[in-house]
């Protein structure tokens, strides 16, 4: 039983948006009540989410859409663990890391991800959008400190990011013939390896994996 919120939070087990709120969520230890939206166009949630996106944080009279910014919401609010550095320097390294990956890593791979089956798959889009996602994930190669965590040695709101992104990206690969996605990418793959055994991004992994096996089941 973690840390009492009464906060809950729309959730979706597959979503990559989704699920960085949960790493967050886990390393606070935090009480927050998972309310998983199969459909974000549902008309309750509408009511309290214009934009119809998963996950959306509800906190008393407080609702907060954006990743980004529930996290940085339940930092904000002193709860558990602290997920920023103090160095001002640090903290603007993980920001950048969080920007790329919102910026030019998520849009290719939510293409991407939208040519899963191979019937129907639009070859040319493929090809153009492994490209932008090689070049996004090359930025993040050179912003990563590694080897254990993105940036200051200890788990910042930049893994919360990672996690999800670097799961999908080794899962994706593979699908459209890149069998070594982080080939090229030395230091992204030593960090993967070390952050998936944190015991928040571990629980999460294994959400997202079972999640995904389960959509590809059908
Ligand atoms: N920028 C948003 C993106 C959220 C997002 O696109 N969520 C997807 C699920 S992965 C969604 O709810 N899509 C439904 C829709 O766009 O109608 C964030 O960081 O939270």
């Given amino acids: ?5 009464g906060m809950k939070m ?6 990559p948006f989704a699920a960085r709120c949960r790493v967050a969520i886990y390393a606070k230890d935090l009480d927050v009540e998972l309310v998983d939206l199969a459909d974000p166009s549902d008309e309750t949630f509408a009511r309290i989410a214009p934009m119809h996106k998963i996950p959306v944080l509800v906190d008393g009279e407080t609702v907060v859409p954006e990743s980004e910014t529930i996290c940085e919401y339940l930092d904000d609010k002193g709860l558990g663990v602290s997920l920023r550095p103090d160095d001002p320097a640090l903290r603007a390294r993980m920001r950048v890391i969080s920007r790329i990956a919102d ?4 849009g290719p ?3 991407l991800f939208g040519q899963i089956n191979p019937a129907g798959r639009d070859p040319q889009l493929v090809a153009r959008e492994m490209t932008e996602l090689a070049k996004a994930m090359a930025w993040l190669e050179y912003y ?8 200051g040695g200890r788990l910042t709101l ?3 990011e990672l996690v999800p992104i670097l799961f999908f990206f080794k899962e994706i690969g593979p699908m459209f013939g890149q069998a070594q996605p982080f080939a090229g990418l030395p230091r992204l793959e030593t960090y993967y390896a070390a952050i998936r055994k944190h015991p928040a991004a571990a629980r999460v992994l294994a959400e997202l994996d079972e ?3 389960r959509m590809m089941a059908g």
């Avoid at 910026?103 to 998520?106: G, I, K, T």
């Avoid at 990563?144 to 940036?151: C, D, I, K, N």
Wanted: charged share 15%.
């Fill in 211 to 213: 999640a995904l096996r």
């Fill in 158 to 160: 930049a893994d919360c």
């Fill in 1 to 5: 039983m973690g840390l009492p919120t």
């Fill in 109 to 111: 791979m939510g293409e």
């Fill in 10 to 15: 729309y959730n979706s087990q597959l979503s």
């Fill in 103 to 106: 910026l030019y890593v998520m």
């Fill in 144 to 151: 990563v400190e590694g080897p254990e965590f993105a940036v």
